[in-house]
């Protein structure tokens, strides 16, 4: 069985609709003005965290997303409809990075958490916008702004508040199995758990009112040496325990290594894996205490956690022998966790200014001019918009479009970076050829 757990998409929102150029054409009105109305917007795509997903496996089979475009602009000032919005479900606990850069896009901790990764491109304006006293027939309507496109990279790590840690065949998946309603696949031999699985524990009657807890467990893939540094799955296994706030450490009673040397070799994974990870709360749990062999490693390892400061425990899943009080010490541990969050959370509420972060954002006017081979690359949010919104067929499109980029300084700046008559510009994914089209 493949567990998807990263996948990479294509998002492209949609076109904005083209602007109209129609004139009112009526009887008895001989002299009909422009009426063109405007395009409608395209529609932008959106990722919604779901908590009944728990793989990207769709995304890997379906790569490519593309939002609807807007519709045209029409005579009588009739706009264009707008374009339908994508919403893309993907689980939750799924980190969105853009492909290219690597920039963090969206992190989906938090059911019905929705980002937009692709905005829809704006409606052309209809030639009745273009109508002044000196020109009363615009022939002249704007395109429709292109939809964004970008190409995401999905991960995927579990949200779980309690995560079970181990070398293969501890017997995490027969506890998760016991304490939840989760069927994992079960077997006497190692590495039968290749892929995370996820359960909700229940401590308590939820029946008297609170006097109850809950929280999700997940059972993590055995880990083996040298997992930190991507030996067998280890990275793909261990991104999914960064999340959790409290671990159970179970470890093979029937093992013929040193239980305690097991322990710490666990250990010195997560924390080469990261440093973080290794200060979560832990609880030492010896497994199959119902067989002699489990029952004479107990009272060593007992001792060794105690002096480590670490709650130990022994349990049989086979018996249940132990297990109760294990999810009773669990509860507890996760509750005191819960209440020093929310309390941390609030020290640092009250510690940020009332004001908030200054925020100076790049003037939606400014460009930058590359030199790219045979020509010249113009980035820029504004100047590619509008020239992406320019009809190159336009005449009074092209005059306006060299006003407003001579008034933004770009006609000038491309002289001073050394343009010369027939060198290719770029902005976007529209060229002109200087001195020609221009």
């Known amino acids: ?77 009739m706009h264009g409809a707008k374009g339908d919005d994508l ?16 920039a963090l896009v969206a992190d989906l901790t938090e059911p019905g958490q929705r980002v937009m990764v692709a905005r829809g491109g704006r409606g052309g304006l209809g030639n009745v916008h273009f109508a002044t006293s000196t020109n009363q027939a615009p022939r002249e309507a704007q395109l429709g702004e292109p939809g964004e496109e970008f190409t995401l990279e999905l991960e995927l790590k579990l ?22 309603q989760a069927r994992p696949k079960i077997a006497d031999y190692p590495f039968t758990t290749l892929v995370p699985n996820l359960g909700v524990a229940l401590v308590g009657d939820p029946t008297r009112g609170n006097n109850f807890s ?18 067998g799955l280890g990275h793909e296994f261990l991104r999914h325990v960064e999340r959790t706030r409290l671990l159970l450490h179970l470890i093979d009673g029937l093992s013929e290594r040193d239980p305690w040397e097991e322990f710490t070799a666990i250990n010195r994974e997560l924390e080469e894996y990261s440093a973080e990870l290794a200060t979560r709360p832990q609880i030492v749990v010896l497994t199959k205490i119902d067989l002699q062999e489990a029952r004479d490693k107990w009272p060593e390892l007992e001792r060794r956690a105690h002096e480590a400061g670490l709650p130990a425990m022994a349990i049989s899943s086979a018996t249940r022998e132990g297990v109760q009080e294990l999810m009773n010490l669990t509860a507890k541990m996760f509750g005191e ?23 100076r954002p790049e003037p939606e006017d400014a460009f930058i001019i590359e030199q790219m081979d045979g020509g010249y690359r113009v980035r820029g949010k504004r100047v590619e918009r509008m020239v992406a919104m320019t009809d190159p067929d336009s005449p009074e499109g092209m005059e306006r479009l060299e006003r407003q980029m001579r008034k933004l300084g770009v006609w000038e700046a491309l002289e001073q970076a050394g343009v010369e008559p027939g060198d290719l510009v770029r902005f976007g994914k529209v060229e002109f050829f200087w001195g020609e089209e221009m």
């Open 337 to 359: 966790i819960k209440l020093e969050e929310a309390e941390q959370q609030k020290r640092l509420a009250a510690e940020v200014p009332a004001t908030g972060p200054v925020l």
């Open 214 to 231: 809950s929280f999700v467990i997940a059972d993590i893939p055995g880990l083996i040496e040298g997992a930190a540094q991507g030996v």
């Open 87 to 102: 919403v893309l479900h993907v689980p939750t606990g799924t980190i969105v990075r853009n492909a290219d850069t690597g």
């Open 159 to 180: 949200i779980a508040d309690v995560g079970l840690v181990g070398y293969p065949n501890a017997g995490k998946s027969t506890l998760l199995s016991v304490v939840t």
């Open 1 to 77: 069985m493949q567990f998807y757990d990263r996948a990479k998409i294509f998002v492209t929102a949609g076109n904005g609709g083209n602007g109209s150029k129609h004139f009112r054409r009526e009887k008895f009105v001989p002299m009909g003005g422009p009426d063109g109305g405007d395009g409608g917007r395209g529609g932008s795509i959106y990722l919604e965290a779901d908590a009944s997903l728990n793989t990207l496996v769709d995304f890997h089979y379906h790569p490519h997303h593309r939002a609807k475009s807007g519709g045209n602009g029409g005579g009588q000032k």
